[in-house]
């Protein structure tokens, strides 16, 4: 694969169909700006009909030294990687694209997105000492689940609605993950000290999520990756509880600041201004 001349400007951006909502062109641009990093974050739509490793070899060419990559390309970039990191491995999904000496190297930086937000949003770990309960089987999921067993979380409980599909993530991870049933989500909530929303419940549009919190443990950290809107009804009702509440930018931003990373050799500050911007653009 060709790849251009050195000292032209770098490019990076989206690689997804559509790509025309995504937040990652502000967050990218505000770091480029704050470390002054000569270079751009474009939207490039993809058309899954189209040939993906053909499409990456022409960005290359172009002056791209990488991408992220959205629904519905994460799996396809997969397949098209030269090599991949070991999360990128795990999970058979590819989020962030390095393009460097002709090369493709494929990265996976949600599940340490994910991890980051907790250690920001949670003064306390003790969440890493406890049970964890995770809903949904979705793509994210799978990241999460991949994230808390390298974090060390000895028992981590899955529940989806459709319990076929929690059951065919199970083979991929080791003893500390166990499936139940969705019906038994509360139950299975006793003494739980993390408490993760990755089903789409809660979502603009979407009904809330029905489930008491009663049963977690003291102190319990419930986070909700949907983040549109902001403070689902989830997360209002763990804050009213008295639980830490993390809400799901806190992830986007992580995951993205990995990605930027790998591209440009310095891991930008996820910070309250970014956050700020990010508010407003929900908004
Ligand atoms: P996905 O692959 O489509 O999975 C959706 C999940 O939601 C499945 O487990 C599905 O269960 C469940 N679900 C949908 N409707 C339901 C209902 N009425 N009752 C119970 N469960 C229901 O989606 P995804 O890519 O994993 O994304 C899930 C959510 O996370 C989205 O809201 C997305 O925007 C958000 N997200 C946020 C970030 C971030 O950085 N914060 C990153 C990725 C995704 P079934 O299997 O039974 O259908």
Redesign the pocket.
């Known amino acids: 694969m060709a790849s251009q001349a050195k000292g032209a400007p770098q490019k990076s951006g989206i690689i997804g169909w559509p790509v025309s909502h995504s937040r990652s062109p502000l967050l990218h641009t505000y770091w480029m700006q704050k470390h002054n990093i000569q270079a751009s974050y474009e939207r490039c739509p993809v058309n899954p009909a189209d040939d993906f490793r053909a499409a990456l070899e022409a960005m290359a060419q172009d002056g791209f030294v990488g991408a992220n990559v959205t629904i519905p390309h994460k799996e396809t970039a997969f397949a098209a990687m030269d090599s991949r990191t070991e999360a990128a491995q795990k999970l058979g999904a590819v989020n962030t694209i390095v393009m460097r000496e002709g090369r493709l190297l494929g990265a996976n930086t949600?599940g340490e997105?994910f991890i980051a937000s907790l250690e920001a949003g949670a003064a306390d770990p003790d969440w890493r000492q406890k049970p964890a309960l995770v809903l949904?089987?979705?793509?994210?999921?799978r990241a999460i689940l991949a994230a808390l067993e390298q974090a060390g979380v000895g028992d981590i409980r899955l529940v989806?609605?459709?319990r076929a599909?929690a059951e065919a993530l199970a083979p991929s991870f080791g003893q500390a993950l166990s499936v139940g049933d969705w019906q038994a989500r509360e139950d299975l909530a006793k003494d739980c000290g993390l408490l993760v929303n990755?089903?789409?419940?809660g979502?603009q549009g979407?009904?809330a999520l029905d489930m008491g919190l009663q049963n977690l443990a003291d102190g319990a950290v419930v986070t909700d990756?949907?983040?549109t809107p902001l403070e689902t009804d989830l997360l209002a009702r763990a804050r009213a509880s008295g639980f830490v509440a993390i809400d799901?930018l806190g992830?986007?931003m992580h995951?993205a600041a990995a990605s930027f990373e790998m591209w440009f050799g310095v891991r930008p500050q996820v910070d309250a201004v970014l956050r700020a911007l990010l508010v407003e653009d929900l908004a």
């Open positions: 949600d997105g949904g089987a979705g793509g994210a999921a989806n609605r459709t599909r990755t089903t789409s419940l979502m979407a009904p990756i949907v983040y799901g992830m986007l995951q």
